[in-house]
């Protein structure tokens, strides 16, 4: 269990922890392969989400996974990119947490994922939660929390000693 006092720090840095869904370069499932991975390469990133036409989750879209389906047995062959669609590639069976998840086990899954999605309870996507932002927030929190404790103990000391 994280002390709760640790935990209150991490908190502090809720707002940025999260990147909203507005600034997260997305998919919907229906898009041709090609259209995607024209966005993928554009956007800069390896993988992001996939959404249904209503905003809800529906798995995440990867370059690897694209280029996986392109190799053919005589090397790279992009001509049936244009017959498929997103929804063909995207992986489904992937960590996703909700907006009132607990930090331990957002933590936990953020040992083997850059970053995880974040819905509500209606599975409607609001936005990402990345490795890099809650490294920040563990930076700040470790860093505040000693500063925080040498405080305290010079508040009881200054008093203890009147
Ligand atoms: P970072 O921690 O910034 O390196 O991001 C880790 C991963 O999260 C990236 O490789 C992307 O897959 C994803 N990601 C981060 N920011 C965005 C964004 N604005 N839009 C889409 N995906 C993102």
Redo the contacts with the bound molecule.
């Keep these: 269990m994280i002390s709760p006092a640790i935990e209150q720090l991490m908190r502090e840095h809720e707002d940025t922890m999260m990147?909203p869904a507005e600034?997260?370069?997305?998919v919907i499932k229906e898009h041709p392969l090609e259209h995607a991975l024209l966005l993928l390469s554009q956007?800069g990133?390896?993988?992001?989400?996939v959404l249904d036409r209503e905003d809800h989750f529906v798995g995440l879209l990867s370059l690897n996974d694209i280029v996986k389906r392109m190799l053919g047995i005589n090397g790279i062959d992009t001509s049936n990119l244009e017959e498929l669609t997103v929804a063909d590639v995207m992986k489904t069976d992937v960590p996703v947490m909700r907006l009132d998840a607990e930090l331990e086990d957002v933590l936990h899954l953020l040992v083997d994922a850059?970053?995880l999605p974040v819905l509500d309870k209606d599975g409607v996507f609001r936005g990402?939660m990345?490795?890099?932002?809650i490294l920040k927030a563990v930076n700040y929190t470790f860093h505040t929390f000693e500063r925080k404790n040498q405080e305290t103990k010079l508040i009881f000391h200054a008093n203890s000693s009147r």
């Design positions: 990147i600034n997260v370069a997305n956007a990133y390896s993988t992001i989400p850059a970053f990402i990345t490795r890099r932002e």
